[in-house]
């Protein structure tokens, strides 16, 4: 059975920093593009992130560019997003997702929550 | 900056049929933006119903199709159920990015 188990959210002052991890288990975690995605209360979800199964590659949304760095450690076979300058707007659930080849998301973990406040 | 653009809200009768759409401000969907399709119900993660356009995920109900219609990505749910009522979001691959539509609130009375 597929777990993204998301951790390492919580609150944190403007302009500070948090790293999130994401530990999957039930699937080969090094064959897989893995992304993060957010959810602002009340809002809809965004695509922050994504890397490819090496590692090598990256991409990021331009609401988070030059903050945010994705990354994994296939051999812990744990998903890492570092955050750095955060904002109010960051706050968010922040989801781990597996994805189904290049194109969707295919499994999601349960989100951390961040929060963003003085 | 293109914009993926979804109904904000849907009502649909038990056991009716309803089609949401997958659009683009500037431009038309088509196979190539791999649309998929996701349900999340307050609380809750998102989950995966519809990607590559048409293929349901597994474990998804054959109820759900996905399509393109005319410019449009679309999701129809026939012969909709209470538990249906949910947001759902379509997204399109643009090859450096994957960007979600705004959703769409589906409520079943």
């Known amino acids: 059975e597929v777990q993204l188990l998301e951790s390492g959210g919580g609150l944190v002052q403007p302009g500070g920093s948090l790293r999130l991890s994401c530990v999957a288990t039930?699937?080969?975690?090094?064959?897989?593009?893995m992304r993060w995605v957010r959810q602002a209360p009340g809002k809809g979800l965004e695509w922050l992130s994504a890397?490819?199964?090496?590692?090598?590659?990256?991409y990021h949304a331009d609401s988070v560019k030059g903050r945010f760095t994705i990354s994994r450690d296939n051999s812990k076979n744990t998903l890492y997003l570092q955050m750095n300058s955060l904002r109010a707007e960051d706050t968010a659930v922040y989801y781990c997702?597996?994805?189904?080849?290049?194109?969707?998301?295919?499994?999601w973990g349960q989100g951390t929550q961040v929060t963003v406040s003085s | 900056q293109t914009v993926v653009t979804q109904e904000p809200s849907f009502s649909v009768s038990p056991g009716g049929t309803v089609t949401l759409t997958c659009g683009l401000t500037?431009?038309?969907?088509?196979?190539?933006?791999?649309p998929s399709w996701y349900q999340q119900t307050p609380g809750q993660a998102p989950r995966t119903l519809i990607f590559?356009?048409?293929i349901r995920s597994s474990g998804v109900p054959d109820r759900f199709s996905g399509s393109i219609l005319g410019n449009k990505a679309a999701l129809t749910i026939t012969g909709a159920q209470a538990d249906d009522e949910s947001d759902y979001y379509c997204?399109?691959?643009?090859?450096?990015?994957?960007?979600f539509g705004g959703g769409t609130k589906l409520t079943v009375l």
């Open positions: 890397v490819d199964l090496s590692g090598s590659l990256t």
């Open positions: 500037s431009g038309s969907v088509s196979s190539s933006h791999h």
């Open positions: 997702s597996k994805g189904g080849g290049l194109h969707y998301f295919d499994y």
């Open positions: 590559n356009t048409n």
């Open positions: 039930g699937f080969t975690f090094s064959h897989y593009t």
């Open positions: 997204v399109l691959y643009m090859v450096t990015a994957m960007v």
